[in-house]
């Protein structure tokens, strides 16, 4: 199979790529919201041979791929000299060199339509590169993808034009959990963090306060997208988007988040508590860090869920008691909630790294059994039938095309679960 390749965009439209720093320049306060964006959008194919390949890892606003390939290693060897320079000898020679199927200064498409936008957020580790395949998939349908970078502690690494690092927050060795036999008593709540803390927390009071933040970083990036399509420069755009060029581009009344584990738990949240929001997908969500309330909610927008085999392997059975109830409730309120599985996935099927080195990571357990980019394939096929379907104003079920039926799989909610089964906030199981 390839080997550090993406595949083609799969819709009718070729794609840009560029990266932005937005900065809330209005309102009151001191606490000024500060994010980097990747920015993924349609552009006319018959320009595309016009444009060089855009590079898959950071290179610009001051930051460097080999930062972000570096601490890519740190995160998946864990923090430390020795593991840190194993991880960079696999990470920094390769990484840095990858190319997306996309464009590097191209203009938007010419389209009379509107852009939809799409806010995608990431998952504890990523960044605004490690989703292209996603997000190109969308951009390719005709919607303007804005992937930010958090700031809570949850990406691999931030850098900001002004040599802001944000580096991740690591949970100590003696808190991880590494698998179900060998769980901790009680869990995490047992176990306090982070160690240097002058008043710990716990696993689920640190989740909790970073998906607020995050939460809150996604309505700011909705302001900007406000901003950007009503022609307003304090949210600054690379040239060849600025200057009024998108200007009443976006359909904002057609908006949607879409996000993988952690971030899949914050578009779930800001959907419900954001009125602007009109449909939402969730990638293999991590339920875990949502409050009480949120658990025992109807969702407002309809929603996608899409699982893997191994789904919430960190939560399995409080996990389902929350996807059932989810359904149950948002089915009693007729708000169309969708459970579906993807057949030979795993939870990192939804990012880039099993398309980039599918043989590799599918012979250590990291990605499922389908092959990767067929994998892609699939969820791009249900991302945008979904978001085609209830942004275009139906108000019918939505159902999985036929195509990919036979790659799908019906969740089945647990007769237990119509009991309103009580769920153990902030407890692994």
Same mark, same amino acid.
């Given at each position: 199979?390839?080997?550090?390749?993406f595949p083609?965009?799969?819709?009718?439209?070729?794609?840009?790529?560029?990266?932005a720093f937005?900065?809330e320049?209005?309102g009151?306060?001191?606490?000024?919201?500060?994010?980097?964006?990747?920015?993924?959008?349609?552009?006319?194919?018959d320009?595309a041979?016009?444009?060089?390949?855009?590079?898959?890892?950071? *290179?610009?606003?001051n930051?460097?791929?080999g930062?972000?390939?570096?601490?890519?290693?740190?995160?998946?060897?864990?923090p430390?000299?020795?593991?840190?320079?194993?991880?960079?000898?696999?990470?920094?020679?390769?990484?840095?060199?990858?190319?997306?199927k996309t464009?590097?200064?191209?203009?938007?498409a010419?389209?009379? *339509?509107?852009f939809r936008?799409?806010?995608?957020?990431?998952?504890?580790?990523g960044?605004?590169s490690?989703?292209s395949?996603v997000?190109v998939?969308?951009?390719?349908?005709?919607?303007?993808?804005v992937a930010?970078?958090?700031?809570?502690?949850s990406?691999?690494?931030?850098?900001?034009?002004?040599?802001?690092?944000?580096?991740?927050?690591?949970?100590?060795?003696?808190?991880?959990?590494?698998?179900?036999?060998?769980r901790?008593p009680?869990?995490?709540?047992s176990?306090?963090?982070p160690e240097?803390d002058?008043?710990?927390i716990?696993?689920?009071?640190?989740?909790?306060?970073?998906?607020d933040?995050?939460?809150?970083?996604?309505?700011?990036?909705?302001?900007?997208?406000q901003?950007?399509?009503?022609?307003?420069?304090?949210?600054?755009?690379?040239e060849?988007?600025?200057?009024g060029?998108?200007?009443?581009?976006?359909?904002?009344?057609?908006?949607?988040?879409?996000?993988?584990?952690?971030?899949?738990?914050?578009?779930?949240?800001?959907?419900?508590?954001?009125?602007?929001?009109?449909?939402?997908?969730?990638?293999?969500?991590w339920?875990?860090?949502?409050?009480?309330e949120m658990?025992?909610a109807t969702?407002?927008?309809?929603?996608?869920f899409?699982?893997?085999?191994t789904?919430?392997m960190?939560?399995?059975?409080?996990?389902?008691?929350?996807?059932?109830?989810?359904?149950?409730?948002?089915?009693?309120?007729?708000?169309d909630?969708? &459970?579906?599985?993807?057949?030979?996935?795993?939870?990192?099927n939804?990012?880039d790294?099993?398309?980039?080195?599918?043989?590799?990571?599918?012979?250590?357990?990291v990605?499922?059994?389908?092959?990767?980019v067929?994998?892609?394939?699939?969820?791009?096929?249900?991302?945008?039938s979904?978001?085609?379907?209830?942004?275009?104003?139906?108000?019918?079920v939505?159902h999985?095309?036929?195509?990919?039926?036979?790659d799908?799989?019906?969740?089945?909610?647990?007769?237990?679960?119509?009991?309103r089964s009580? &769920?153990?906030v902030?407890?692994?199981?």
């Amino acid at each position: 199979m390839p080997f550090l390749t993406f595949p083609d965009p799969p819709g009718p439209y070729a794609v840009g790529q560029c990266d932005a720093f937005w900065k809330e320049e209005w309102g009151e306060g001191d606490k000024k919201k500060q994010i980097v964006v990747r920015i993924f959008y349609p552009v006319d194919k018959d320009v595309a041979d016009k444009y060089e390949m855009a590079h898959w890892l950071p *290179e610009k606003e001051n930051a460097t791929a080999g930062q972000y390939a570096e601490a890519y290693a740190k995160f998946m060897w864990r923090p430390g000299t020795l593991a840190s320079w194993l991880g960079s000898l696999a990470f920094l020679p390769l990484m840095p060199n990858v190319s997306t199927k996309t464009l590097d200064s191209a203009p938007a498409a010419s389209t009379p *339509e509107k852009f939809r936008p799409v806010i995608y957020s990431h998952g504890l580790g990523g960044n605004r590169s490690c989703y292209s395949a996603v997000c190109v998939g969308l951009a390719s349908h005709g919607y303007f993808v804005v992937a930010p970078e958090h700031t809570d502690g949850s990406a691999a690494i931030s850098i900001h034009p002004d040599q802001t690092v944000v580096n991740h927050t690591y949970v100590p060795a003696k808190s991880q959990i590494t698998g179900r036999q060998h769980r901790i008593p009680g869990g995490f709540t047992s176990t306090l963090i982070p160690e240097r803390d002058k008043k710990p927390i716990t696993q689920y009071q640190l989740r909790r306060k970073q998906l607020d933040h995050r939460v809150a970083e996604i309505q700011f990036l909705v302001d900007c997208l406000q901003h950007v399509t009503a022609g307003d420069e304090r949210v600054p755009l690379p040239e060849h988007l600025s200057g009024g060029k998108m200007l009443g581009r976006l359909d904002m009344d057609r908006l949607s988040a879409v996000g993988h584990s952690f971030g899949a738990s914050t578009c779930i949240t800001v959907c419900k508590q954001d009125e602007r929001f009109k449909a939402c997908v969730a990638h293999d969500a991590w339920l875990f860090p949502l409050s009480g309330e949120m658990m025992q909610a109807t969702l407002r927008v309809p929603t996608l869920f899409l699982t893997a085999d191994t789904f919430d392997m960190l939560w399995p059975e409080e996990g389902k008691k929350v996807l059932d109830s989810f359904l149950i409730r948002s089915h009693e309120d007729n708000v169309d909630v969708q &459970v579906v599985g993807v057949v030979g996935t795993k939870h990192q099927n939804y990012s880039d790294f099993p398309v980039l080195a599918p043989d590799l990571l599918m012979s250590i357990g990291v990605a499922g059994p389908t092959e990767p980019v067929k994998a892609m394939e699939i969820i791009h096929r249900l991302d945008s039938s979904f978001l085609e379907h209830h942004l275009s104003g139906s108000t019918t079920v939505y159902h999985v095309p036929e195509d990919v039926q036979g790659d799908t799989k019906e969740h089945e909610v647990d007769a237990w679960a119509r009991t309103r089964s009580t &769920v153990r906030v902030g407890v692994f199981t």
